[in-house]
């Protein structure tokens, strides 16, 4: 069994996520449409997600995988966004980034993007143990009467 990896946060930033959940931008609120309810692939994303000391737009942690959208919070605001960015990588968390305006305007590619990039970094699961000869005693040259 996978276990997943457990990023504690800043328990400060649990209100002000909530806040962030109730006013979603719209950009935000027609990504999460496509991102609940286990639709993209079966897998789990919450939205405003607290990990370590930064709120993240979208985060699923089966995959230690963060969605932002960069709208006009993020005009200049480059250098911020760069050691934030830093900050939850070094936590293991990954990074996708879309531009509010692409996500309003061409949502398709964007659901596309992040399902290719999906299924190229997804987790393996642990080998099935199906098939493998040296543990199934049928397909091994067993004499059972002796």
């Given at each position: 069994m996978n276990k997943r990896k457990i990023i504690p946060y800043n328990p400060e930033l649990k209100e002000f996520a909530r806040e962030l959940r109730r006013n979603m931008t719209l950009s935000e609120v027609l990504l999460w449409n496509q991102l609940k309810q286990k639709q993209m692939l079966g897998f789990d994303f919450d939205r405003q997600r607290p990990i370590g000391n930064y709120i993240v737009d979208f985060y699923c942690k089966e995959l230690l995988l963060a969605i932002e959208i960069?709208?006009?919070s993020h005009f200049n605001k480059y250098d911020?966004?760069?050691k934030r960015q830093k900050e939850l990588e070094k936590?293991?968390?990954?990074?996708?980034?879309?531009?509010?305006?692409?996500v309003k305007?061409?949502?398709?590619?964007?659901?596309?993007?992040?399902?290719?990039?999906?299924?190229t970094n997804k987790p393996t699961p642990?080998?099935?143990?199906?098939?493998n000869k040296k543990d199934d005693p049928q397909k091994l040259n067993i004499n059972r009467n002796t």
């Open positions: 960069d709208g006009k911020y966004d760069e936590s293991g968390v990954r990074i996708l980034r879309f531009e509010d305006i692409k305007k061409d949502i398709l590619n964007v659901l596309r993007e992040i399902e290719y990039w999906i299924k642990y080998p099935s143990r199906e098939g």
